[in-house]
Each structure stands twice: as structure tokens, then as C-alpha cells.
């Protein structure tokens, strides 16, 4: 079986940087307040020239550039995101125009929410296995802070925009296992789109928390099981990043090591769809994770929908 290789990554975060010090002059909050609750201490906003379309192409253009490939060779774009610049046009027909690619590509947008990203992986791999050509482009874009009710401490401390970028492509000698799935829901994390209410997130923390530290847990050990490997036979973990506590949870939950799971929400946030590929990317430019290395990401958010996938670096 084809499994899927990462043959570049890269991210892109907007200029303007909110600080937990920012927050706590417009909402009752404070720097010790969010820090003890969620490991967050920054994450960035859209200035009101950037967007959506921007921060994709600028994470894609980032990977292209390492992966130094003609572009002819793409077959695919799929930007998952819950925020982008329009209805429709999809981002991902504006990132094709804005990057020169051929009239040919497949490209659509994929809304999953926070799992978006682990979506898109199994996405992408089905699409190669029928495409003629080589390449997919799968990133993860967000502009949160344009759906955020500022007065409401409970969401708007937890969230920033970004973008992350993987170019991928099948390979015979790579392995790939995944699990996705999903549980209907409205009530635990929701944007309306009705006349009259505003488009803001809408989130029940406390389950949640719950939601998150009783499924990935045995998403991770069902993924695992599937591979057939052991979870110390995993080099690392990039889980979604929604909140510290929660992949210590997840860490003490499976008995394994901190150190085993990349967490850069300090700086970015939860970033939704976004937050797996900017993580991904980040932990590869630390040298967190190196390549011939298995790791297994995760991600888990509204829907309810949850995903894992376990893929060579």
C-alpha cells in the first residue's frame, strides 16, 4: 500500500502579535490566568490587509520553495479551513491562481473544523492515488480573530490565525495509517450563520475539555493497534493545539512521556485547522522531529469529529 510522504512544510503567522497582557485590558483576564489554563502566552491577528488567501499562500509558498519542485507537478489543492475570505470562491481556486498552477488542479476547500488538517491528509492521499501527477498541496488556514466576540473571555483568549502547509506525495516505501470520525453535534463548538445572531465562536469549555481528554486517547491507541506498532515505537506526538492541558492529559493518559508530544501553543494558540500543520512544521525546523522518524498526528474539534494518522517525517 502507497503510503504518504512529507516532502516539505512550511508555515506562516500574521504580523500583529496579541499578547495574554493585551487581552486583559479589553476582557477581566490576566497573563497568570490564561498561562495556568490553557499554556497560551501569544497568538497572532490578521491585520486588516492580510486574510485567509494570505496566510495560505504565503505557508504554501514557504514549502515550495523548500521543496525547490516545478509546479507543474501539482495535482491537487485542499485548504482546510471554517474562515475563509469568501463562500465562494473557495481559498483553495484563489491559492491555485495566486501560485500560477495549471488550470488542471483539483482544488477545493474542506471544512472539519479543528480535525481539518487530519481530514485533508486522507483527502489528498485518495486524490494521488488517481491523479497523473506527482504532488498535492494540503494546508490549513485560519482567521479566527474575525469570528471572535471580544467580550467573552471564555473564547477569546484561546484562538489566533495562521497557516501551515504540507506538499505531499504517494511513495511506495512510506507507511500511512489512519483513523477519522465524527459524532454530529451543534452545542460544543459552533459558528451560526443565521440571519440577525453574530458569526462568533461559541464554545462550552468544560466538556470540551472532557470531549478531547476521553477521545484521543483511544484514538491514539486504536491508530496505533492498526499499525501494529507499539506507541514507543512512535518517535513523537503533534496533537492538535487547543490547550496544554489537554495534551498533558492525553500524555499521562497513555503513560508516555512529555517530551514525546510538540507543544508550541505559547506562541501560536489554537489555531483550528491550522494548528497540526504550523506544529508539524515547526517541530520539523527545531529538529524536534527528524526524517526517517514515525510520528502520529491528531487533531479533534467541532462536529464532533476527530482524526489521527501515523506517517514517516
Known amino acids: 500500500m502507497k503510503g504518504l510522504k512529507i516532502v516539505a512544510t512550511g508555515r506562516y503567522a500574521p504580523r500583529r502579535v496579541v499578547t495574554n497582557e ?36 504565503s505557508a504554501a509558498t514557504k514549502a515550495l520553495e523548500k521543496a525547490n519542485i516545478d509546479k507543474a507537478e501539482i495535482g491537487a489543492v485542499v485548504v482546510a479551513t471554517f474562515s475563509g475570505d469568501y463562500f465562494v470562491p473557495s481559498t483553495a481556486c484563489l491559492v491555485q491562481q495566486k501560485l500560477e498552477l495549471p488550470d488542471e488542479t483539483i482544488c477545493f476547500d474542506l471544512n472539519a473544523a479543528c480535525s481539518g488538517f487530519m481530514f485533508g491528509l486522507q483527502v489528498v492521499r485518495g486524490l494521488l492515488l488517481q491523479s497523473e501527477k506527482p504532488y498535492a498541496l494540503l494546508i490549513g488556514s485560519e482567521v479566527i480573530s474575525r469570528r471572535l ?61 472532557k470531549f478531547a481528554v476521553q477521545t484521543v486517547p483511544k484514538l491514539i491507541r486504536e491508530v496505533a493497534e492498526k499499525a501494529k506498532l507499539g506507541l514507543e515505537e512512535i518517535d513523537g506526538f503533534i496533537l492538535h493545539q487547543a490547550n496544554a492541558r489537554i495534551i498533558d492529559a492525553v500524555a499521562r493518559n497513555l503513560g508516555l512521556p512529555k517530551s514525546k508530544f510538540f507543544v508550541n501553543i505559547e506562541e501560536y494558540g489554537n489555531t483550528s485547522a491550522a494548528s497540526v500543520a504550523i506544529a508539524l512544521d515547526d517541530a520539523l525546523e527545531q529538529g524536534w522531529c527528524k526524517p526517517g522518524q514515525k510520528i502520529l498526528l491528531a487533531g479533534f474539534g467541532a462536529g464532533k469529529t476527530w482524526g489521527a494518522a501515523i506517517l514517516d517525517v
Not at 479589553?26 to 490566568?33: A, G, K, Q
Not at 489554563?37 to 499562500?57: P, W, Y
Not at 483513523?179 to 464554545?203: A, R, W
Open 22 to 57: 493585551d487581552l486583559s485590558q479589553i476582557v477581566d483576564t490576566s497573563d497568570e490566568w490564561i498561562s495556568a489554563r490553557t499554556g497560551m502566552k501569544r497568538r497572532h491577528f490578521c491585520e486588516e490587509q492580510e486574510g485567509n488567501l494570505s496566510n495560505a499562500v
Open 149 to 209: 466576540d471580544m467580550t467573552d473571555r471564555g473564547t477569546c483568549i484561546l484562538f489566533g490565525d495562521g497557516a501551515g502547509a504540507a506538499l505531499l506525495k504517494l511513495d511506495e516505501n512510506a507507511s500511512y495509517t489512519s483513523i477519522m470520525g465524527s459524532h454530529g453535534d451543534e452545542t460544543l463548538i459552533y459558528v451560526p450563520n443565521q440571519e440577525g445572531v453574530p458569526h462568533t465562536v461559541h464554545m462550552d469549555g468544560h466538556a470540551t475539555y
